[in-house]
């Protein structure tokens, strides 16, 4: 019997194909396993990097009547609310619902709340031609004016109630404790937060050009408003390497307000540029007169923004003392621009309550050059001098820096530590060339920072008594 084996050969597979598969799965795999990590990484971030603010409103009820309030009629029928941050961002904005309300919110930045009167929202037909101010969100019996801090650690909802009509705002009823416990910050933290949080109130301003839009949401329009505000340090403002109250140069500060421009405003000379101060005072000025406002005292061009500056305040009015809390009307030849609710730190309302600033220390060799500068911050509270938290310095503080001679070093520190020392005994800087302003005031050292509500605080520590 003849048997016939039948059979074919396959072709051997190429040893890089099978490689290269090898590869490829392998590539796929890290590749989904990535993918799913990041999904996993966006829901985590997604559940616990936002927080929700709730609340109930009254809309029943309007805001009591004061003498400067332009419609204390009105209903506020919008909520707005911004990281400050990032002020030059859209408002973040809802109506406001009977039902309740509630904001989202990103952990560990800083906001600022308040509600307004949209005309655009008014079904019953408009009862104003612009975005009216009406508020921020307040905590009774408590300084807070509207600012909101929050940490990584906020809860997931910050309930704060229901909000009533107050003189100045919409109250809720919380208790600071309580407020604490969902924002993550002790109870000290806010006491002095709430003091200086109503600087915050500046960026709620909605339609400072009265035209019924959004200003921020208009097309090359944007504004800024900082004040600028300068005290003088001498040797016997100091017990024993601790600063003593009271400090004579916060009574005698030199006080500035810098409106900035910048899109299609057309440029203003500034013999016809007038700013109107709110009319909660009467204002003298030195030789008697009684005034309503004061002329500008220069403008300038800086980045892409048009600055009008008016810092001869203090030379112009003798009574009272700047700064001015209230409304202010800034008219650029017929052209009114209307900022409500601007109010700053005050050293006569609150005795300097809520004050931050660097006590520095300048080390200079045999010779007189300037070794390094050792600073250590102080801030005021509850009328006594006293270490700030660092989340309270780092929140209050930015580009922290002195001015030195621009040829040797720039000065610059950015983030502080509570306390700390710079090193410049390489930039060889000696006693006698150190002055600010032109020699104006020789043998003295500005340092300055802006706070977050952009107001500059400029130190300036006069040396002729610490000369080696």
């Known amino acids: 019997m003849e048997l016939t084996l039948k059979y074919t050969v396959c072709p051997q597979k190429s040893t890089s194909i099978v490689r290269r598969k090898v590869a490829l799965k392998k590539f796929l795999q890290i590749f989904a396993l990535v993918v799913f990590c990041l999904i996993l990484v966006a829901c985590f971030d997604k559940n616990s990097g936002i927080s929700h603010l709730a609340f109930t409103m009254n809309q029943t009820r309007s805001r009591s009547s004061t003498d400067t309030d332009p419609a204390p009629s009105l209903l506020p029928n919008e909520v707005i609310w911004r990281d400050i941050e990032h002020y030059e961002d859209p408002f973040m ?5 009977t039902s309740g309300n509630v904001l989202t919110l990103r952990k560990g930045k800083e906001y600022v ?8 929202l008014d079904t019953e037909g408009p009862k104003s031609t612009y975005i009216q101010l009406l508020g921020g969100m307040e905590i ?3 300084d807070f004016s509207g600012g909101l801090p929050t940490t990584v650690d906020t809860k997931e909802e910050i309930n704060v ?3 009533e009509p107050g003189e100045t705002g919409f109250e809720s009823s919380i208790t600071l404790p309580e407020l604490s416990q969902m924002l993550g910050f002790s109870a000290k933290f806010l006491e002095t937060y709430g003091i200086y949080d109503n600087c915050l109130l500046k960026f709620l301003n909605p339609d400072i050009n009265r ?3 959004y200003d921020i949401e208009e097309e090359k329009f944007s504004w800024m408003l900082t004040a600028s505000r300068l005290y003088h340090f001498y040797q016997d403002d100091y017990e024993n390497g601790v600063p003593s109250l009271p400090i004579q140069s916060f009574e005698n ?3 500035a307000l810098i409106f900035w421009f910048s899109g299609n405003l057309i440029d203003v000379e500034q013999s016809k540029v007038f700013l109107t101060l709110p009319d909660r005072e009467t204002y003298q000025t030195r030789n008697g007169q009684i005034v309503t406002g004061i002329p500008c005292s220069h403008s300038a061009f800086s980045y892409r923004y048009k600055q009008y500056y008016f810092n001869r305040i203090n030379e112009e009015i003798i009574s009272p003392k700047p700064p001015y809390d209230g409304d202010y009307c800034l008219d650029l030849n017929g052209n009114k621009f209307f900022y409500q609710g601007i109010e700053f730190l005050s050293p006569y309302e609150n005795s300097f309550e ?5 006590q520095n220390t300048f080390i200079f060799n045999d010779e007189g050059i300037l070794q390094k500068i050792v600073y250590t911050w102080w801030i005021i509270r509850n009328g006594n001098y006293a270490k700030p938290t660092l989340e ?3 929140r209050r503080v930015n580009h922290f820096n002195y001015c030195l001679p621009k040829q040797k070093i720039d000065g610059y520190i950015g983030e502080p530590e509570i306390s700390g020392e710079y090193n410049v005994s390489h930039a060889n800087i000696h006693f006698s060339e150190l002055s600010y302003i032109d020699q104006s005031w020789p043998e003295a050292v500005r340092s300055s920072y802006y706070d977050s509500a952009q107001n500059e605080w400029n130190c300036i520590d006069h040396l002729a008594l610490n000369r080696p």
């Not at 904005?93 to 619902?97: F, Y």
């Open 93 to 97: 904005r809802q109506a406001i619902q």
């Open 113 to 120: 709340v308040g509600f307004v009167y949209n005309p655009g």
């Open 140 to 142: 009774t019996d408590s």
């Open 161 to 163: 109630g229901a909000l």
């Open 211 to 213: 035209n019924g839009l």
């Open 253 to 255: 500060e030199l006080f």
């Open 354 to 358: 809520g004050f931050i600033f660097p």
């Open 392 to 394: 309270e310095l780092q």
